[in-house]
């Protein structure tokens, strides 16, 4: 289900040491007059339908970001900690990301910016819109990222820590292990961190510990037990 959102503004921009990426969304109601979106900017409310037969899944999807909706998968991400991503940096990657085609996902924009890479999944093929499917970050240069001062070391690593989870469905301890997250961030209802040499991620709600993202989303969290 997509739903229009308002377009990015100074709240988008990441703070170093922030894990939580917060962007003020509003949903116009039916009856509120239409205003032109502004260029450059995700739309901020419903143009008319267009056929989805207008267009095939080959033909690659536009690059003008105020034509794009935001499903409500992807708007839900925008409130979550450790995701990294923001209205900003979808509009910046479907301006002047790279365009490339993955067999699961569909087309995807790319965009690297100081060391991160910003990934936005899009379609326009199987809705009345096109519209932002999925957004994530993944580090592209280590190095890059922590001199670029955009986000700080517990945040590159909760980067790091989440593409890392997000790649492999078996138990990854050696890729966990060099990782520190002390700010926690959401994978299946968890609120996960680790310290160094862990081979494991640790809910700080439930206590359970989990080396796979397979094991994260398969088990609910519960919240504390009684005597935590």
């Excluded at 096109?130 to 922590?146: N, Q």
């Excluded at 001199?147 to 469905?169: K, N, Y």
Aim: charged residues 30%; glycine residues 8%.
């Amino acid at each position: 289900m997509a739903s229009r959102q308002g377009g990015p503004g100074s709240a988008d921009t990441p703070r170093p040491g922030s894990t939580e990426r917060r962007t003020t969304s509003t949903t116009a109601s039916p009856d509120r007059t239409r205003r032109a979106p502004t260029a450059g900017s995700l739309a901020s409310e419903p143009r008319g339908a267009r056929p989805a037969v207008a267009r095939s899944p080959e033909d690659p999807p536009l690059r003008d970001p105020s034509l794009y909706a935001l499903t409500d998968h992807f708007r839900k991400r925008l409130h979550q900690p450790g995701r990294y991503v923001s209205t900003r940096t979808v509009t910046d990657a479907i301006r002047s990301g790279q365009l490339r085609w993955n067999r699961t996902d569909g087309w995807r924009f790319a965009l690297v910016e100081g060391g991160i890479r910003f990934v936005v999944v899009v379609s326009d093929t199987e809705t009345a819109s096109p519209v932002v499917v999925t957004g994530w970050t993944e580090v592209a240069d280590r190095e890059a990222a922590l001199e670029a001062g955009r986000f700080d070391p517990v945040d590159v690593d909760t980067i790091a820590l989440r593409a890392a989870l997000s790649e492999a469905a078996a138990a990854i301890p050696d890729r966990i292990r060099p990782r520190a997250v002390t700010r926690p961030f959401v994978v299946g209802g968890h609120r996960l961190e680790t310290d160094p040499g862990e081979p494991f991620v640790r809910c700080v709600d439930c206590g359970c510990r989990f080396r796979s993202k397979d094991a994260i989303t398969s088990r609910r969290c519960h919240g504390p037990s009684p005597g935590r």
